[in-house]
């Protein structure tokens, strides 16, 4: 069974720095690109960032790009965003999602971290 | 703002057939596949549909997706209380280089 926990969401200040962790079982962990997905409260979806299955190549949304850094430790299934120049309109439930072979799908996601950006 | 529109909300009695629409350009729904998420409430999304029309397993035959120029359409049919939730419609965009989901339709049933 294909399981995703996200881990290390909290309340940080504006400017400030968090790294969310995720970790995978369930599946072969270096075979799959894996993506960071987040909801502002009370919105919808929006896409934040893409990693391939061999870490080698990453992909940002504009609103992050310079920011956020995807990186995956393979050896440990884990995947992680490290988070800087933190903003208000950052705060967001972040999920952590599995991709499918060859496809921006999506085909399992986790239950999501609360990141707060406040002062 | 969401680069797909979907309707905000939509709502149906037990049993009946409910569609929720999703709109965009030809640089996404034109040029892609689309997919479309259930979320229900206090939960992450799950995969409902794939390439267009395609149900993972485990997914009922209730639900169905179509796609026609740059608009895609999901349907429920048999509609059921556990159906209660949020529908999301997304799709790889060409000029953004990046996937872009729909604003969400809220689903309620009577």
């Known amino acids: 069974e294909v399981q995703l926990l996200e881990s290390g969401g909290g309340l940080v200040q504006p400017g400030g720095s968090l790294r969310l962790s995720c970790a995978a079982s369930?599946?072969?962990?270096?075979?799959?690109?894996m993506s960071w997905v987040r909801q502002a409260p009370g919105k919808g979806l929006e896409w934040v960032s893409t990693?391939?299955?061999?870490?080698?190549?990453?992909y940002y949304a504009d609103s992050v790009k310079g920011r956020f850094t995807i990186f995956r430790g393979n050896s440990m299934n884990a995947l992680y965003l490290q988070m800087n120049s933190l903003r208000a309109e950052d705060t967001a439930v972040y999920y952590c999602?599995?991709?499918?072979?060859?496809?921006?799908?999506?085909?399992?996601w986790g239950q999501g971290t609360l990141v707060t950006v406040s002062s | 703002q969401s680069v797909l529109t979907q309707p905000p909300s939509a709502s149906g009695t037990p049993g009946q057939r409910v569609t929720i629409t999703c709109s965009g350009t030809?640089?996404?729904?034109?040029?892609?596949?689309v997919n479309w998420y259930q979320q229900l409430p206090g939960t992450g999304p799950k995969l409902l549909i794939y390439?267009?029309?395609q149900r993972p397993s485990g997914v009922p035959d209730r639900f169905s997706g179509s796609k026609s120029g740059t608009s895609a359409s999901l349907a429920i049919s048999g509609l059921q209380s556990e159906d209660e939730a949020d529908y999301h419609c997304?799709?790889?965009?060409?000029?953004?280089?990046?996937?872009?989901f729909g604003g969400g339709t809220k689903l309620t049933v009577l």
């Open positions: 369930g599946f072969t962990f270096t075979n799959y690109a």
């Open positions: 990693i391939t299955g061999s870490g080698d190549t990453t």
């Open positions: 030809i640089s996404n729904i034109g040029s892609n596949t």
């Open positions: 390439s267009n029309n």
């Open positions: 997304a799709a790889w965009d060409d000029s953004l280089n990046g996937v872009i």
């Open positions: 999602a599995k991709g499918m072979v060859g496809s921006t799908t999506f085909d399992y």
